[in-house]
C-alpha cells in the first residue's frame, strides 16, 4: 500500500498595503524575501517558496535592493521562488474584464522576465470568484486554478464546519466557466494556513498533525494531500526542514515533503481516481448563512470605486483605442507608457486596496495612484486625439470663418449623445500675456452656427467662455504661452461612427438659426423613446413606449443604519428605514434646449447623526457585528439630496445624478427603483459576463442583507418588458422581491472601523464630505430589434470626447470608422495594439446563452486576421469571404480575441 503524501508548501499571502500603510508592509516583505534566500544557500531542506502568485512583490523588493536581481532571477530558474502569473493579486468583481487581462499580460511578461511562469490560477484571499476565470485563465495556459473561497465550507477564514451540504464533495473539483470551458479547481477547503507554524518537538507535532490530518483527509480526493506552510504576511518558518524530518518520524505511513504547487498538482491530476464534482460560473458563497461573503466592501469607500471606473474607462476605453486610431495613421503606439499607466492603476486593486477595507492612511495613498495614472492617460488621450486632428483633411473649412473640431466615439457601436467643447476662436502668442489678455477681451465675438461634415446645420447652445491662458509644448521649442478668446458649444451628436469620429465646425453665419424645439412637457420630459412625469414626493413615473410599461414611483431614496465595518453591513436591530418618497420635494427646470431637458429634484430628509456611543465600545472591545446592539441616535440632522435628472433628444434612458454632502456618520444611503417586474431572475454585468442570478438567495442565507456585486448595470425582465439600471462606479446592488422587485443601488455606506481581526479604526471610512453618484435607468421592450439596453449601458460608461482641429491638408477623412462589426448579443471589450507590435488586438464577449456569429468587415489596411487568445498568441488564421467579412461563430459566454496584422 502506498504512503500519502503531505504536500507543504510554504508562502505568505502578501497584501501589499492593509492593517499598515505600504512602505511599512513593504519592509516586512524585505526581511521575507532576504530569510527566503538565505534558507536556499545554507538549507538543502529547505527547497522553495511561492511568492503568493503575483510579480509585484519582486518588483516592490527590488526597489529596495536591485542588487538582488540576478539571484533572484537565478532562484526562480532553480525552482526556488515560484512567481506569476497576476502583477497582483486583485478583487475579481471590483475589476472589469479588461483589468483581468492587462494583469495578466504583465504578469506574466515579468514572470518570463524574472525567469518562469508559475502557471497555477492563484485566488487565496479573493471575497468571490468570478464566472468567467476558468476560461480566462485557460486561454492564458495555465495548469489548475486554487482559491480561497467561494465553495462550502466557507467562513470568514474559511475554517472547517462538521455539517452542512457542500457545492463539492472533495477540496479538488472541476470549476467551469458558463462557456463550458474549465480547469482542475482546488479549494483551501481548511483555509491557507492549515500548515503554518508547524512544530518541530514531538509532543507538540503529534498534537498538531492528528488534527491538522484529519480536517484535510476529510475533503482530500486523492493521496496526495496540500498543506499551506504560512498565512497573511507570514514570516518564512526556519526550521521548516526539522519539522518536516519530525513528521516523518512520527507518521511512518505518510510521506511529508517540502513540496510546492507545481508538482502537487501533477500528484494530483495523475492519481485522480474519483469522479470529482463540477461546479460553474461565480463562486461567491450564495449557499451560505450570508454573513461572511464579504460583499460588502462593494459599497465601503464608495469614492475609491467611482475613481477605479473613471482610470479603467480612461485606459481601455479611452487611451488605447484612440493610440490605435492615431497608430493607424502613422503615430507610435506608446506601448511602454500605456503599460506604466495599467500598473500603477492596478497598485490599487489588490483586495484589501480596492475593496476600501485598510486603514485611512492607505487609502490616502491610493488616491494619489488613481491620480497619477490619470494623468499618464489624459495626457495619452490629448495626444492621440492631436495627431489625428492633425491628419484629417480639412482644407475644404475657410480660416477665420470656421472652426472645426472632431468627436470621437471609442464604443463598439455607433451612438448619438450630447458633447460640450471649448473651441478657440483667436489665440495671441508671442506677446506680454497681460496685454493679450486684455485685447482678447476687448474682441468682438462673431455669430455662428454649428454644422456637420456634410454642412448640415445643427441645433446648439454657444456660450461665450471668455478668456482663457493656455500654453504649447513643442517637440522642437520652448514652451509657448497664449491667450484665447473662447466659446463653448454644447449640443447632440447624431450617430457618430462605431470606434471612429466625425468632424464638425463652428461657422460665422450672418443670422444664426434659431431652434425652439422642446421635450419638456407639464411636470417632466418626453421624447420619441420615453416620457418622464416627476412626481410631488420626488419619484418619477418613468413611460416606455416600445413596451407600453410604465414603472411609477421609482427613483427614491433610503437611508438606514450601519453598525457593520468596511467588509461588513449590519443594520442595527429595530432599525426602519428612512424614505424620500415620504417628504415632498421641489423641482425646476433648468435646461431646455433642443437636444437635452434637465430637471432638478431638491429634497431634505432628516437622519440620525450617528449611531449610539456604545458602538464604539462594541468596536474597541471586539464585539461580532452580528450580536452588536447598538442603536442610531436620537439627534437628526438634515441631508440635502440633490437630483439631476437628463433626457436627450435620442436618448433611450433617463439620466440620473445625486449630489449630497454627507455630515452623518454610521448609515447607508440607496436608490431604490421598484420594477414591478412579474420575474424571480435578475441578470448583471460581471467579468466578460452578463451574468443570469435569482431574486431569492439559497434557504441557507440568514443575512437580512442580500447585496450582490454588480460592474456597469443590473437589470431584469418579463415577457415583454424590462429595465436596466446602468451605474458609473456603483458596484453594490440588491434585489428587493417584497418591494415590487426593486433594485436597490448603494450611493455611500459611512462606517468606523476596518473590522477583521483587531480593532482599526477608520474615521475617513465615514466618507463625511460632498459626494455624487450618477446612473441611467433604461427601459426596453423584450426582443426589440432597435435598441439592445445592454450596449446602452456600456456606453453610459464611455464620454463622447472632442478636440479642436486647424484647417490644413491631410490625408484622413472629416468621418471614419476603424473597426466595423456586427453581432446580436455580442459586446466588444477592448481594442488595443498588440504587446510590443503592431498587430491590433480586438476582444468581444457572447453575453448571451445562444450560439451568436460575429461578422466583421474585412480592412483594406489589414493583411491578415487570425484568431488569438487573452495574452494574445497567434492561434489560426481567418479567411474572409468573398463579399468582404469575415464571420466567426461564437460560442455562449464565449470570450473571443481577433488579431489583425497590418
Given at each position: ?99 483581468n487581462v492587462r494583469n495578466l499580460l504583465i504578469g506574466i511578461e515579468e514572470a518570463n522576465e524574472y525567469g518562469k511562469l508559475c502557471k497555477i490560477g492563484y485566488f487565496p484571499d479573493a471575497f468571490g470568484n468570478a464566472g468567467q476565470m476558468p476560461q480566462l485563465l485557460k486561454q492564458a495556459g495555465m495548469d489548475a486554478v486554487i482559491f480561497g473561497r467561494g465553495v462550502k465550507p466557507v ?289 468682438t465675438l462673431k455669430k455662428f452656427v454649428l454644422k456637420d461634415n456634410n454642412g448640415a446645420v445643427i441645433p446648439c447652445e454657444i456660450q461665450d467662455a471668455k478668456v482663457r491662458f493656455g500654453y504649447d509644448l513643442p517637440d522642437d521649442k520652448f514652451r509657448q504661452p497664449y491667450m484665447a478668446r473662447c466659446v463653448t458649444v454644447t449640443f447632440e451628436a447624431e450617430e457618430v461612427p462605431a ?330 471589450t477592448g481594442m488595443k495594439n498588440r504587446q510590443d507590435s503592431r498587430d491590433r488586438i480586438v476582444r468581444f464577449m457572447n453575453g448571451t446563452s445562444q450560439v451568436r456569429t460575429l461578422t466583421l468587415k474585412k480592412s483594406d489596411k489589414v493583411s491578415r486576421y487570425y484568431r488569438s487568445n487573452v495574452i494574445e498568441e497567434h492561434l489560426n488564421d481567418l479567411t474572409a469571404n468573398e463579399n ?19
Amino acid at each position: 500500500m502506498s504512503k500519502k503524501v503531505i504536500h507543504i508548501v510554504s508562502h505568505s499571502h502578501w497584501d501589499r498595503e492593509w492593517y499598515m500603510p505600504f512602505e511599512k508592509h513593504r519592509l516586512k516583505l524585505v526581511n521575507l524575501v532576504d530569510d527566503c534566500l538565505e534558507l536556499f544557500e545554507h538549507e538543502d531542506g529547505f527547497k522553495s517558496f511561492h511568492l503568493d502568485g503575483q510579480c509585484i512583490v519582486l518588483d516592490d523588493y527590488l526597489e529596495v535592493k536591485p542588487e538582488k536581481k540576478e539571484l533572484i532571477k537565478k532562484n526562480i530558474l532553480e525552482d526556488k521562488f515560484y512567481v506569476g502569473p497576476w502583477y497582483i493579486l486583485q478583487d475579481e468583481f471590483l475589476t472589469n474584464g479588461e483589468s483581468n487581462v492587462r494583469n495578466l499580460l504583465i504578469g506574466i511578461e515579468e514572470a518570463n522576465e524574472y525567469g518562469k511562469l508559475c502557471k497555477i490560477g492563484y485566488f487565496p484571499d479573493a471575497f468571490g470568484n468570478a464566472g468567467q476565470m476558468p476560461q480566462l485563465l485557460k486561454q492564458a495556459g495555465m495548469d489548475a486554478v486554487i482559491f480561497g473561497r467561494g465553495v462550502k465550507p466557507v467562513g470568514f477564514n474559511n475554517e472547517v464546519i462538521k455539517t452542512g451540504e457542500y457545492e463539492s464533495f472533495y477540496s479538488e473539483m472541476l470549476w467551469n466557466s458558463p462557456d463550458g470551458s474549465g480547469l482542475l479547481g482546488i479549494l483551501f477547503a481548511n483555509w491557507y494556513n492549515n500548515g503554518a507554524e508547524i512544530p518541530v518537538k514531538e509532543v507538540e507535532a503529534k498534537e498538531f498533525w492528528d488534527k491538522k490530518l484529519a480536517d484535510v483527509l476529510r475533503f482530500a480526493s486523492t493521496d496526495h494531500l496540500l498543506f499551506m506552510n504560512g498565512c497573511d504576511h507570514q514570516p518564512v518558518q526556519k526550521d521548516l526542514a526539522q519539522a518536516i524530518a519530525t513528521a516523518n518520524r512520527l507518521y511512518p505511513d505518510y510521506e511529508f515533503v517540502h513540496s510546492n504547487f507545481k508538482d502537487y498538482i501533477t500528484c494530483v491530476k495523475e492519481s485522480q481516481t474519483n469522479k470529482l464534482s463540477t461546479v460553474t460560473g461565480e463562486l461567491t458563497s450564495q449557499m451560505t448563512d450570508g454573513w461572511t461573503t464579504l460583499v460588502n466592501t462593494t459599497s465601503s469607500r464608495i469614492y475609491l470605486k467611482q475613481l477605479n471606473r473613471e482610470n479603467e474607462v480612461s485606459l481601455s476605453n479611452l487611451a488605447e483605442p484612440l493610440a490605435v486610431f492615431a497608430a493607424d495613421a502613422g503615430a507610435a503606439y506608446p506601448h511602454e507608457t500605456l503599460k506604466y499607466a495599467w500598473k500603477k492603476l492596478m497598485q490599487n486593486h489588490p483586495h484589501d486596496s480596492i475593496c476600501g477595507c485598510s486603514t485611512d492612511e492607505v487609502h490616502r495613498d491610493m488616491e494619489t495612484r488613481f491620480h497619477n495614472s490619470l494623468q499618464v492617460s489624459t495626457s495619452l488621450i490629448t495626444e492621440s486625439m492631436d495627431f489625428l486632428g492633425n491628419q484629417i483633411d480639412t482644407s475644404g473649412f475657410k480660416e477665420g470663418v470656421d472652426y472645426p473640431f472632431t468627436v470621437f466615439n471609442t464604443t463598439g457601436w455607433k451612438r448619438s449623445g450630447v458633447v460640450t467643447v471649448t473651441l478657440d476662436i483667436e489665440r495671441l502668442y508671442k506677446q506680454n500675456l497681460n496685454v493679450s489678455y486684455h485685447k482678447m477681451k476687448e474682441l468682438t465675438l462673431k455669430k455662428f452656427v454649428l454644422k456637420d461634415n456634410n454642412g448640415a446645420v445643427i441645433p446648439c447652445e454657444i456660450q461665450d467662455a471668455k478668456v482663457r491662458f493656455g500654453y504649447d509644448l513643442p517637440d522642437d521649442k520652448f514652451r509657448q504661452p497664449y491667450m484665447a478668446r473662447c466659446v463653448t458649444v454644447t449640443f447632440e451628436a447624431e450617430e457618430v461612427p462605431a470606434m471612429g469620429y466625425r468632424v464638425y465646425a463652428l461657422s460665422a453665419a450672418e443670422s444664426p438659426v434659431k431652434v425652439n424645439d422642446s421635450f419638456v412637457i407639464k411636470d417632466g420630459m418626453e421624447n420619441q423613446f420615453i416620457k418622464v412625469t416627476i412626481n410631488t414626493n420626488g419619484t418619477i413615473n418613468l413611460l416606455d413606449k416600445a413596451s407600453g410599461k410604465c414603472y411609477e414611483q421609482i427613483c427614491y431614496y433610503e437611508d438606514t443604519g450601519d453598525i457593520g465595518n468596511e467588509y461588513i453591513y449590519r443594520q442595527p436591530d429595530g432599525d426602519k428605514a428612512i424614505l424620500s418618497k415620504d417628504s415632498t420635494a421641489a423641482s425646476l427646470l433648468v435646461e431646455d434646449t433642443s437636444y437635452q431637458a434637465v430637471y432638478k429634484i431638491t429634497q431634505t430628509i432628516e437622519i440620525p447623526e450617528s449611531a449610539e456611543d456604545t458602538l464604539y465600545e462594541e468596536i474597541i472591545s471586539m464585539t461580532d457585528v452580528k450580536h452588536r446592539k447598538a442603536k442610531r441616535s436620537t439627534k437628526l440632522l438634515p441631508l440635502e439630496i440633490t437630483t439631476y435628472l437628463t433626457l436627450e433628444k435620442n436618448g433611450h434612458g433617463v439620466k440620473v445624478r445625486v449630489e449630497f454632502d454627507n455630515r452623518m456618520k454610521d448609515h447607508r444611503l440607496r436608490v431604490i427603483l421598484p420594477t414591478g417586474l412579474d420575474t424571480n431572475r435578475h441578470f448583471t454585468d460581471s467579468v466578460f459576463e452578463v451574468a443570469d442570478r435569482p431574486n431569492h438567495h439559497y434557504p441557507e442565507w440568514k443575512n437580512p442583507s442580500g447585496c450582490e456585486h454588480q460592474q456597469c448595470f443590473t437589470g431584469m425582465k418579463e415577457e415583454k418588458a424590462g429595465l436596466v439600471a446602468a451605474n458609473f462606479g456603483l458596484y453594490e446592488y440588491e434585489i428587493l422581491p417584497d418591494q415590487k422587485n426593486a433594485i436597490a443601488i448603494t450611493l455611500l455606506r459611512a462606517v468606523g472601523e476596518l473590522g477583521d481581526w483587531g480593532v482599526f479604526l477608520t474615521p475617513e471610512a465615514q466618507i463625511q464630505k460632498k459626494c455624487s453618484a450618477s446612473f441611467e435607468i433604461i427601459p426596453f421592450a423584450v426582443n426589440s430589434e432597435e435598441m439592445d439596453p445592454i450596449t446602452e449601458a456600456f456606453q453610459f460608461q464611455v464620454p463622447l470626447t472632442a478636440c479642436q482641429i486647424f484647417i490644413h491638408k491631410g490625408s484622413l477623412p472629416l468621418e471614419q470608422s476603424y473597426l466595423e462589426w456586427e453581432g446580436q448579443g455580442i459586446y466588444l471589450t477592448g481594442m488595443k495594439n498588440r504587446q510590443d507590435s503592431r498587430d491590433r488586438i480586438v476582444r468581444f464577449m457572447n453575453g448571451t446563452s445562444q450560439v451568436r456569429t460575429l461578422t466583421l468587415k474585412k480592412s483594406d489596411k489589414v493583411s491578415r486576421y487570425y484568431r488569438s487568445n487573452v495574452i494574445e498568441e497567434h492561434l489560426n488564421d481567418l479567411t474572409a469571404n468573398e463579399n468582404g467579412t469575415i464571420t466567426l461563430t461564437v460560442n455562449p459566454y464565449e470570450i473571443v480575441t481577433i488579431g489583425q496584422e497590418a
